[in-house]
T-cell receptor, first 109, second 114 residues
Framework: AQSVTQPDIHITVSEGASLELRCNYS??????LFWYVQSPGQGLQLLLK??????LVQGIKGFEAEFKRSQSSFNLRKPSVHWSDAAEYFC???????FGTGTRLTIIP | GAGVSQSPSNKVTEKGKDVELRCDPI?????LYWYRQSLGQGLEFLIY????????KSGLPSDRFSAERTGGSVSTLTIQRTQQEDSAVYLC????????????FGPGTRLTVL
């Protein structure tokens, strides 16, 4: 069965600092991986996805993620966070999306 | 253009009552998904419709849950004899079909069972 682990429930970073959110997956075949963001009172929005090819994928809002098969990881990164990035971030795998438990990101001035 | 819409946005019901939740997908999207988001279980897949194919109901938690999609467009999720553990936000998503195309999510329906 497919599964996703996001080990960090809550992360706090300073505005302008770099960010990395961790995601580990378990999937029986070539994984199809996604990162979604959910802002308060808003729906889920796709940040980026990986199907195949280049293991470093670029997404919206300046985010990127790197697929590492050897580590079963798909970590999300951003070089410099903005206050508007405060939200809940979900990693997901598969077509019928299996989500991780999410990481809540807080930005401090 | 219009995104995925869901109604009602909030629903409060009494234990044992039936409820219907509606989803209007993006026009032309052939795939439609229902998910549930709750504090205890996180985000869970419920059911998936693709075109005229039989729906994938593998995520439905019990036989009290059912869904239909009429005319390949609007979908209704029905929960019979609601229980308190059914309280959650029910999310609908649609995509243009094909494997792993981006799913566009609606704002959800918050269901509270008293």
């Amino acid at each position: 069965a497919q599964s996703v682990t996001q080990p960090d429930i809550h992360i706090t970073v300073s505005e302008g600092a770099s960010l990395e959110l961790r995601c580990n997956y378990s999937y029986g075949a070539t994984p199809y991986l996604f990162w979604y963001v959910q802002s308060p009172g808003q729906g889920l929005q796709l940040l980026l996805k990986y199907f195949s090819g280049d293991t470093l994928v670029q997404g919206i809002k300046g985010f990127e993620a790197e697929f590492k098969r050897s580590q079963s990881s798909f970590n999300l990164r951003k070089p410099s966070v903005h206050w508007s990035d405060a939200a809940e971030y979900f990693c997901a795998v598969g077509e019928k999306l299996t989500f991780g438990t999410g990481t809540r990101l807080t930005i401090i001035p | 253009g219009a995104g995925v819409s869901q109604s009602p946005s909030n629903k409060v019901t009494e234990k044992g009552k039936d409820v219907e939740l509606r989803c209007d997908p993006i026009s032309g999207h052939t795939a439609l998904y229902w998910y549930r988001q709750s504090l205890g279980q996180g985000l869970e897949f419920l059911i998936y419709f693709q075109g005229n194919s039989a729906p994938d109901k593998s995520g439905l938690p019990s036989d009290r849950f059912s869904a239909e999609r009429t005319g390949g467009s609007v979908s209704t999720l029905t929960i019979q004899r609601t229980q308190q553990e059914d309280s959650a936000v029910y999310l609908c998503a649609s995509s243009s079909g094909g494997n792993f195309n981006e799913q566009f999510f609606g704002p959800g329906t918050r269901l509270t069972v008293l």
